[in-house]
């Protein structure tokens, strides 16, 4: 029988589907991890508009959960990756003294 995977809350939970099949239950995270192209992942262009895409979509939800108009502002940069692992806060420029300001 062939191994399906299908997101769940119930992770590593079996389930017998039609046809003897067996589905394993991974949680969603876990799914979109293992199959990033379908969550918009696969490479960097596609990462960065999928991220500042859902970041839009969550804003006007919760605007309008509230009934307020939006004012969202977006500004993408290029960072080199000093600049990048100092917001993380690793590297050898993540002391802090560099990233308190």
């Known amino acids: 029988?062939?191994?399906r995977h299908r997101p769940s809350c119930q992770a590593?939970?079996?389930r017998r589907g039609a046809k003897g099949e067996t589905a394993v239950?991974?949680?969603a995270a876990s799914f979109?991890?293992?199959n990033q192209a379908?969550?918009?992942?696969?490479n960097p262009g596609k990462a960065l508009f999928?991220?500042?895409?859902?970041?839009?979509?969550?804003s006007l939800d919760a605007?309008?959960?509230v009934a307020q108009l939006p004012d969202i502002r977006i500004t993408v940069e290029e960072l080199s990756d000093a600049d990048f692992g100092k917001i993380r806060g690793i590297g050898p420029a993540a002391t802090p003294a560099a990233t308190a300001g």
């Open 1 to 3: 029988p062939r191994v």
């Open 12 to 14: 590593g939970m079996p």
């Open 25 to 27: 239950q991974v949680s």
């Open 32 to 34: 979109f991890a293992n």
């Open 38 to 42: 379908i969550a918009g992942f696969d």
């Open 50 to 58: 999928t991220s500042i895409r859902e970041l839009v979509e969550n």
């Open 63 to 65: 605007c309008e959960a």
